[in-house]
């Protein structure tokens, strides 16, 4: 069960060969035994989760009457568990952000996502541990500790969704959600050895997900394989009046076209993603992967990336400009810490945030306040903006010439505790791959296609906007030709 998809586990509890509790409690049970070791999940409620388990099997009692595996597909995600990233609103459970500053928030309201996956029936194993306030690459800068990769428990397992891809890669859970700003899904992903899908920026609502760089944060599923991360997408993905960023468009299926050959698909290799700085184990895996799709009837073609180089850089001056601003409502008055003795209001303030925000966030909010600053705004923040044109006009171009893109997902596999804590700009580089693909409000995927030491590397694919379907064509015709994705981390037990 714990190997199973989406897909069989919604015709089993159809087809009443489990129960949606019978199927909670072995993932709870696991939780219960590794959690404690990697450090996935901030917030557990065995309780609430089992109610939730018993609600869905009242409701697979009527609509599976049937019995039959096609009264699953009705309702393809009734009594399955997932898990979220604590970014999400929950209401009822604490939502941190991976933060001092939220440890005891409990949200009055759900997040469009969560409202969307508890109406399909889906059952909350619990709320994910991520890098505070999603600024990181290795979940090393959460308030609640780091989480381990189970693939090798002296690494990270990304970031800033890092309990999200942890959770999935030990089986902890069979999907979760995470959010990208900057690669936050697809980093993980790949350092865990995950399909996480990155949508075009407004197709999933953010109300309710607690915002850190607006015109970049988009949230997505996580889950093995391209397949799962359809139907999850199916569940998140749609208008929302709340969201003004959230696009009103006609509902999708992204399931439609998983099955399509794809004879005569053209791929783009952006020169500039091959140029140097990959390691040449992930170097390897990703020409391997390449290859298959050329077996598989695609043709490649080069593409130029010109700006890409400017993409980090770009980044790390939009990112951090929104992140300021979004980060003063945190002020010790409305929610949030409030410190304990202060002198006048100011004073709070300044203690209430002092103490409630970790170093990281601080050195953002810094930067964001600098750059915004009258005499430096036209110098940063107004040149990233045009950079960030540059960098869509770009892709805009390369999808001229081809259907998707491939590259990298991230220039290594998953690294040590503590290799590039000291240095920010080394930490930075990690999303050297993905961070252009949000500038430009682009769709991107990752999916394991390798090992470099032992360890999960990424192939990213990148879709022309609203190229979800096509994206997850190209990943699962690949899947259904590899079992990357079906590797398990050994020694967690099964
Ligand atoms: N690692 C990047 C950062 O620290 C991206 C994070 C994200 O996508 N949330 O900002």
Not at 31 to 57: G, V
Not at 94 to 102: F, Q
Not at 108 to 120: L, Q
Not at 165 to 185: C, E, H, M, Y
Request: aromatic fraction near 8%.
């Amino acid at each position: 069960m714990i190997e199973a998809s989406l897909k069989q586990l919604s015709a089993a509890l159809a087809q009443k060969k489990i129960s949606s509790v019978e199927l909670t409690t072995l993932f709870l049970d696991r939780i219960e035994q590794y959690n404690p070791t990697l450090n996935a999940f901030i917030t557990l409620d065995r309780e609430r989760t089992l109610a939730a388990a018993r609600a869905a099997d009242a409701q697979l009692a009527k609509v599976g009457a049937g019995g039959t595996a096609a009264a699953g597909q009705a309702a393809p995600l009734l009594g399955i568990p997932l898990a979220h990233k604590d970014i999400f609103c929950t209401a009822g459970w604490r939502t941190t952000c991976g933060s001092k500053m939220l440890a005891n928030f409990v949200s009055p309201y759900d997040a469009h996502v969560v409202e969307r996956f508890s109406n399909a029936g889906m059952v909350l194993l619990g709320k994910c541990n991520m890098d505070e306030f999603a600024m990181g690459s290795s979940n090393e800068t959460s308030h609640f500790g780091p989480v381990k990769n189970p693939w090798d428990l002296t690494c990270v397992p990304g970031g800033s969704s890092g309990g999200s891809a942890t959770a999935v890669a030990a089986r902890l859970t069979p999907a979760a959600t995470g959010t990208d700003t900057g690669g936050s899904i697809r980093q993980p992903a790949a350092l865990c050895g995950l399909t996480g899908l990155k949508p075009t920026y407004g197709v999933v609502s953010r109300y309710g997900m607690i915002a850190f760089a607006s015109s970049l944060d988009q949230g997505g599923p996580m889950a093995k394989s391209a397949e799962d991360c359809a139907l999850l997408l199916n569940a998140m993905a749609g208008f929302d009046p709340r969201d003004s960023t959230s696009l009103e468009r006609p509902a999708e299926d992204y399931s439609r076209d998983l099955e399509k050959p794809l004879a005569g698909l053209k791929i783009g290799l952006p020169r500039e993603f091959f140029a140097e700085g990959m390691d040449a184990g992930v170097r390897a895996a990703v020409e391997a992967a390449v290859a298959e799709y050329r077996k598989l009837g695609a043709t490649t073609v080069e593409v130029g990336l010109p700006n890409s180089n400017l993409s980090v850089p770009a980044y790390y001056v939009i990112a951090p400009a929104e992140a300021s601003s979004n980060l003063s409502r945190f002020d010790g008055v409305r929610y949030g810490h409030r410190a304990p003795d202060y002198a006048d209001l100011n004073d709070m303030y300044a203690k209430s945030r002092a103490q409630g925000f970790g170093a990281e966030v601080k050195r953002r909010i810094l930067i964001g306040t600098y750059v915004l600053s009258h005499g430096y705004y036209d110098a940063y923040y107004l040149k990233a903006q045009k950079i960030r044109r540059l960098i869509a006009a770009d892709f805009a171009a390369a999808f001229k010439e081809c259907d998707v893109i491939l590259g990298p997902t991230t220039p290594s596999p998953a690294f040590k505790f503590g290799a590039k804590a000291a240095d920010p700009v080394q930490m930075y580089l990690s999303d050297i791959y993905t961070i252009a693909v949000n500038l430009a409000g682009l769709p991107g995927m990752s999916i394991p296609c390798g090992f470099d030491n032992g360890l999960p590397v990424g192939l990213q694919i990148v879709g022309p906007w609203f190229g979800e379907a096509k994206m997850l064509n190209v990943a699962h015709q690949y899947q259904l030709l590899t079992d990357w994705h079906r590797r398990m981390p050994s020694g967690l037990g099964t």
